[in-house]
């Protein structure tokens, strides 16, 4: 039962960080910015929340270090916005499997011509 509730209470999260992050935060070091996922412990006092961002190493950083100065913001918005009793610490980590996954595509289209000869 407690998997369940962890489930919903991490969507309910990405999908209010993601609109709070669009439209509230006006710092202009956060580039495009996609909330792809978010891992909350059973307890629900801790939240790592995946991000991945357009752009190379230096925009990521850029970005992470302007999440990182906004999250008191963000915390206090998602409690106002999500009514629970403790909002969870905030930990912000880039996700690589999207570029990561695009890299394997890539290697699979280059041997694909290879074999077709």
Known sequence: ???IRTGRVGEQIKKELSLLIQSELKDPRIGFVTVTGVD???DLSQAK???SVLGDDEQKN???KALDKANGFLR???GKRI???HVPELIFKIDESIEYGSRIEK???EIE???SK
């Open 1 to 3: 039962m407690a998997k």
């Open 40 to 42: 909350l412990t059973n």
């Open 49 to 51: 929340i995946y991000l």
């Open 62 to 64: 850029n970005s992470l």
């Open 76 to 78: 206090s918005e998602l």
């Open 83 to 85: 009514r629970l009793r």
């Open 107 to 109: 290697l699979l289209t």
């Open 113 to 115: 011509p290879k074999d």
